[in-house]
């Protein structure tokens, strides 16, 4: 069965340190895949998304991610954070027709 | 409005009671969801409605009704809940012919 599996529940960082959060995923096909953040009480935000071509993907907020099909992995990286991206991350695969997939989340703790 | 709103923010019941979460998207899609986000829980599909018609119903409870009068609505009637049904409801939107979705800021339902 599909599945997405993020190692990290919580990470903590110093503001201005860079930023990697894990995930991989397990899906037979190309894999359609996403990041998404939430902010407390708030709903979920798209960072990016890895449909097809270059495997480094931008996003909004000075992120990125990498697809690397040989370790069936899609990790966010971020080169300094900020106090404000404090917050649960998701990363998600697409599975058949529009359905998501979501990992069980990693929460960012940023320390001053 | 812009984006996918949803009403109520926050909603309190006992599991005698029958209330209904409202969602609206403003974003001209065709594809509406309804998700349930529990504590240390993934995120979890519970409906899906492409073109107005449901798709995907995930093993939902009876206690829980969608109903999706046309593509910029989507409703969720809710009846005799169970304490353990107290989650974050989360409505999200999307193309039928494309993954990306977009999120509402959710439901925080609690049942007593």
């Known amino acids: 069965a599909q599945s997405v599996t993020q190692p990290d529940i919580h990470i903590t960082v110093s503001e201005g340190a860079s930023l990697e959060l894990r995930c991989n995923y397990s899906?037979?096909?190309?894999?359609?895949l996403f990041w998404y953040v939430q902010s407390p009480g708030q709903g979920l935000q798209l960072l990016l998304k890895?449909?097809?071509?270059?495997?480094l993907v931008q996003g909004i907020k000075g992120f990125e991610a990498e697809f690397k099909r040989s370790q069936s992995s899609f990790n966010l990286r971020k080169p300094s954070v900020h106090w404000s991206d404090a917050a649960e991350y998701f990363c998600a695969v697409a599975i058949y027709g529009n359905k998501l997939v979501f990992g069980a989340g990693t929460i960012l703790r940023v320390k001053s | 409005e812009t984006g996918v709103t949803q009403t109520p923010r926050h909603l309190v019941m006992g599991m005698t009671n029958k209330k209904s979460l409202k969602c609206e998207q403003h974003?001209?899609?065709?594809?509406m969801y309804w998700y349930k986000q529990s504590a240390k829980k993934p995120l979890e599909l519970m409906f899906v409605?492409?073109?107005?018609?449901?798709?995907e119903n995930n093993s939902v409870p009876s206690r829980f009704s969608p109903e999706c009068p046309n593509s910029s609505h989507l409703f969720l009637h809710l009846h005799t809940l169970q304490p353990e049904d107290s989650a974050l409801y989360l409505c999200a939107s999307s193309l039928a012919s494309d993954n990306e979705q977009f999120f509402g800021p959710g439901t925080r339902l609690t049942v007593l």
């Open positions: 974003l001209g899609h065709n594809a």
């Open positions: 899906y037979g096909a190309t894999p359609y």
């Open positions: 409605y492409n073109f107005k018609e449901q798709t």
């Open positions: 890895y449909f097809s071509g270059d495997t």
